[in-house]
């Protein structure tokens, strides 16, 4: 079993930055790629980066220059989701996901930026 928390959301203005958290624990050990998707209120969830065991990145073109992920396996399994220049659509709620033989989530950590 896997257990996500992701922490660090919260209100920020347009142009500021967040660097949002991902505590993973348990069977971790067999993880194929870890990721950040995001959710707005009546829209679907959608990936926003994912980063593989082997530290291959791919981000959302939405994204691409603004944010960076990022895993620290010596610190408790910790990933991570630097976002710079946020704007209003970047509002979301921000979930952790962990794909093994299994998929396992977060509970999602909410980010809002104000204009």
């Known amino acids: 079993q896997v257990q996500l928390v992701e922490s660090g959301g919260c209100l920020v203005q347009a142009g500021g930055s967040l660097r949002l958290s991902c505590a993973a624990s348990g069977s971790t050990f067999r993880f194929i790629a870890v990721a950040w998707y995001r959710q707005a209120p009546g829209k679907q969830r959608d990936l926003v980066a994912f980063?593989?065991?082997?530290?291959?990145?791919?981000y959302a073109d939405s994204v691409k220059g603004r944010f960076t992920i990022s895993r620290d396996d010596s610190k408790a399994n910790m990933l991570y989701l630097q976002m710079n220049s946020l704007t209003p659509e970047d509002t979301s709620v921000y979930y952790c996901?962990?794909?093994?033989?299994?998929?396992?989530w977060g509970q999602g950590t909410q980010v809002h930026v104000s204009s």
């Open positions: 980063i593989s065991r082997g530290g291959v990145t791919n």
């Open positions: 996901k962990l794909a093994a033989l299994n998929c396992y």
